[in-house]
Nanobody, 122 residues
Framework: QVQLVESGGGLVQAGGSLGLSCAASGRTFRTTVMGWFRQAPGKEREFVAAISRSGTSTYGTDSVKGRFTISRDNAKDTVYLQMNSLKPEDTGVYYC???????????????WGQGTQVTVSS
């Protein structure tokens, strides 16, 4: 069992930056692949980024490459998502999730946080 708690969402103007954190507890954090997803109103939950257990490999959807950075600190059981050059289309609820295997689709993740709202104004 893994418990995940996101923090750091908020309201920002287009072009601005926000940093999200996701604190994990329960199962050994370093054994889990971590991912970030987002869901805009009326849309399906979509993959944003993922990071391997050691943190040496990261993956991001094309729309965030060059703008978002996923990282993790296994000593603090925390995964981060640094978001720069934000656009209105980045608006949504952002969720962190944990999986035993690196995947880019929601069904592949076993544990989810409650989500944090990110709103980017134009």
């Amino acid at each position: 069992q893994v418990q995940l708690v996101e923090s750091g969402g908020g309201l920002v103007q287009a072009g601005g930056s926000l940093g999200l954190s996701c604190a994990a507890s329960g199962r050994t954090f370093r054994t889990t692949v971590m991912g970030w997803f987002r869901q805009a109103p009326g849309k399906e939950r979509e993959f944003v980024a993922a990071i391997s257990r050691s943190g040496t490999s990261t993956y991001g959807t094309d729309s965030v490459k060059g703008r978002f950075t996923i990282s993790r600190d296994n000593a603090k059981d925390t995964v981060y998502l640094q978001m720069n050059s934000l656009k209105p289309e980045d608006t949504g609820v952002y969720y962190c999730a944990a999986s035993g295997v690196l995947r880019t689709t929601p069904p592949g993740y076993d544990y989810w946080g409650q989500g944090t709202q990110v709103t980017v104004s134009s």
